[in-house]
């Protein structure tokens, strides 16, 4: 049986992974039909707002949907004419993990793809071959054929893949266009096969056929929790070895340079920092955490589990510090932190560094400053009304102002934390904001971004992670 020719495709979630994907996709392939449907209508709005103010920030994003959006790129709520249409499913809704049951917080809650999973069984006329987008613990796709086979009408046949994404936010769209490879995982059975090479050849229209990586179900599956484990463990290393630096007075920028120089390590993910955040990383590895357990392997689980709670432990040590630096207490004090997002380049802000430094700072009674060139007000008051839930907004609000600019968020402060590493941070009249700025003022740079010296000869109190103040 040769495999089929995919000529139009849906994907069920437009968000951070669905929304660019398969933009791109559609952008690359202009002979296929993209068509991406969620329930959400506002979302759905935002991505066909005529003046292109998209639901989700990433650079080069607009561009890629204002070349496709009406040509072959469509995006709509009617999920259910996307699906009867589809030659190839892409899954790609929420796993987040979950908060309550087994497993609570640890496993991933898989009810969002099993919604769908169920929709498209009920509504399939034809062969589709459905594609787990999403990042999901090994053997979901089992659970997924199970489903569909179950509910299948007659002379339809469901092929289910795994084709976990690799992007990072803050430069998804580079990725897709350029990525370090695209891993498809299928059942090693003649028809798993040729499902696995109808997928290759919608990447092939840009991705070298070598990049294109076509493996076991399971496999793909396991990849991308491995992936993302690793890559939190090495920030995890790396924090870890920032308090050893802090202190011994080493610095850690110049240990991460000499262990980087070693070509069997690289430099990646080797920056020091307050801590990392995001939509995968703690999810993934709880995730693994979840499975190991699961599996009676508690050394392994353990293991992961490690590096989880090391990056809380960074969080909350910058924390203490800011309030042992500013004399042992900040009750009163105003703090101006610059940033909200987890890290550069985006508007997401799950999981991130900043909301736990907040909530720290207002139990400590601080006042609080903010400023994020990227994430709305609205945004930044569910996140600290969700990591303060006994707290009522109304009372946060006092504490707390949201500024548009980070010049008028440090007026008046007392100390500055640097929680997100924009580019514009580094460059901001450091001079200026010192003048406005209550004496002595500080600065606590969580990010190794601005010029510890040059910061000195201005005439603040610099403390940056993973620096000791002996020489």
């Given at each position: 049986?040769?495999?089929?020719?995919?000529?139009?495709?849906?994907c069920?979630?437009?968000?951070?992974?669905g929304?660019?994907?398969?933009?791109?996709?559609?952008?690359?392939?202009?002979?296929i039909?993209?068509?991406?449907?969620?329930?959400?209508?506002?979302?759905?709005?935002?991505?066909?707002?005529p003046?292109?103010?998209?639901?989700i920030?990433?650079?080069?994003?607009?561009?890629?949907?204002?070349?496709?959006?009406?040509?072959n790129?469509?995006?709509?709520t009617?999920?259910?004419?996307g699906?009867?249409?589809?030659?190839?499913?892409?899954?790609?809704?929420?796993?987040?993990?979950?908060?309550?049951?087994?497993?609570?917080g640890?496993?991933?809650?898989?009810?969002?793809v099993?919604?769908?999973?169920?929709?498209?069984?009920?509504?399939?006329?034809?062969?589709?071959?459905?594609?787990?987008?999403?990042?999901?613990?090994?053997?979901?796709?089992?659970?997924?054929?199970?489903?569909?086979?179950?509910?299948?009408?007659?002379?339809?046949?469901?092929?289910?893949?795994?084709?976990?994404?690799?992007?990072?936010?803050?430069?998804?769209?580079?990725?897709?266009?350029?990525?370090d490879r695209?891993?498809?995982?299928?059942?090693?059975?003649?028809?798993?096969?040729?499902?696995?090479?109808?997928?290759?050849?919608?990447?092939?229209?840009w991705?070298?056929t070598?990049?294109?990586?076509?493996?076991?179900?399971?496999?793909?599956?396991?990849?991308?929790?491995?992936?993302?484990?690793m890559?939190?463990?090495?920030?995890?290393s790396?924090?870890?070895?920032?308090?050893?630096?802090?202190?011994?007075?080493?610095?850690?920028?110049?240990?991460?340079?000499?262990?980087?120089?070693?070509?069997?390590?690289?430099?990646?993910?080797?920056?020091?920092?307050?801590?990392?955040?995001g939509s995968?990383f703690?999810k993934?590895?709880l995730?693994?955490?979840?499975?190991?357990?699961?599996?009676?392997l508690?050394?392994?689980?353990?293991?992961?589990?490690?590096v989880?709670?090391?990056n809380?432990?960074?969080?909350?040590?910058f924390?203490?510090?800011?309030?042992?630096?500013?004399?042992?207490?900040?009750?009163?004090?105003?703090?101006a932190?610059?940033?909200?997002?987890?890290?550069?380049?985006?508007?997401?802000?799950?999981?991130s560094?900043?909301?736990?430094?907040?909530?720290?700072?207002?139990?400590?009674?601080?006042?609080?400053?903010?400023?994020?060139?990227q994430?709305?007000?609205?945004?930044?008051?569910?996140d600290?009304?969700?990591?303060?839930?006994?707290?009522?907004?109304?009372?946060?609000?006092?504490?707390v102002?949201?500024?548009?600019?980070?010049?008028?968020?440090?007026?008046?402060?007392?100390a500055?934390?640097i929680?997100?590493?924009?580019?514009?941070?580094?460059?901001i009249d450091?001079k200026?904001?010192y003048?406005k700025?209550?004496?002595?003022?500080?600065?606590?740079?969580?990010r190794?971004?601005?010029?510890?010296e040059?910061?000195?000869?201005i005439?603040?109190?610099?403390?940056t992670?993973?620096r000791?103040?002996?020489?």
């Amino acid at each position: 049986m040769a495999p089929i020719k995919v000529t139009k495709i849906c994907c069920i979630g437009a968000g951070y992974v669905g929304g660019p994907t398969c933009a791109v996709i559609a952008l690359k392939c202009p002979h296929i039909q993209v068509t991406i449907v969620d329930l959400n209508q506002a979302r759905v709005d935002a991505w066909n707002d005529p003046e292109f103010k998209l639901p989700i920030y990433e650079p080069g994003l607009v561009e890629v949907v204002k070349e496709a959006r009406g040509r072959n790129l469509f995006f709509s709520t009617d999920v259910d004419k996307g699906i009867l249409e589809a030659d190839l499913i892409f899954v790609s809704v929420n796993t987040p993990t979950k908060k309550s049951g087994v497993g609570a917080g640890f496993a991933a809650d898989l009810n969002y793809v099993e919604l769908a999973t169920r929709r498209i069984a009920s509504l399939a006329t034809s062969n589709k071959i459905v594609v787990e987008k999403s990042t999901v613990p090994c053997r979901t796709a089992e659970s997924m054929r199970t489903i569909l086979e179950a509910n299948s009408k007659p002379n339809t046949r469901f092929d289910i893949l795994s084709n976990p994404e690799f992007l990072a936010e803050g430069t998804a769209i580079s990725d897709l266009f350029a990525p370090d490879r695209v891993l498809i995982g299928s059942l090693q059975t003649p028809e798993g096969k040729d499902a696995c090479e109808a997928l290759k050849e919608v990447y092939s229209n840009w991705v070298p056929t070598e990049r294109v990586l076509t493996v076991g179900l399971w496999s793909s599956e396991l990849s991308k929790l491995a992936a993302n484990a690793m890559l939190a463990q090495r920030i995890s290393s790396i924090n870890a070895l920032s308090a050893i630096c802090e202190a011994t007075g080493a610095n850690i920028d110049e240990v991460a340079y000499a262990v980087g120089k070693d070509s069997r390590m690289g430099p990646k993910f080797l920056k020091a920092s307050v801590g990392f955040g995001g939509s995968c990383f703690q999810k993934d590895i709880l995730n693994l955490v979840y499975l190991s357990e699961s599996l009676h392997l508690p050394e392994v689980a353990a293991y992961w589990k490690q590096v989880v709670e090391m990056n809380e432990y960074q969080k909350r040590r910058f924390s203490k510090r800011v309030v042992e630096r500013l004399f042992n207490t900040i009750t009163g004090k105003r703090v101006a932190v610059l940033g909200f997002a987890f890290k550069a380049d985006t508007g997401d802000t799950r999981e991130s560094a900043a909301i736990t430094l907040i909530r720290d700072f207002l139990a400590e009674r601080a006042h609080v400053n903010i400023y994020d060139p990227q994430v709305g007000e609205a945004q930044i008051w569910l996140d600290l009304q969700e990591a303060m839930p006994t707290t009522p907004l109304e009372t946060i609000k006092k504490s707390v102002t949201i500024y548009k600019t980070a010049l008028e968020a440090c007026s008046n402060a007392e100390a500055v934390v640097i929680a997100t590493e924009w580019k514009e941070f580094k460059e901001i009249d450091w001079k200026h904001v010192y003048d406005k700025m209550n004496k002595p003022a500080f600065v606590f740079d969580g990010r190794l971004l601005v010029d510890h010296e040059k910061l000195t000869e201005i005439g603040f109190r610099v403390t940056t992670i993973g620096r000791g103040e002996r020489l």
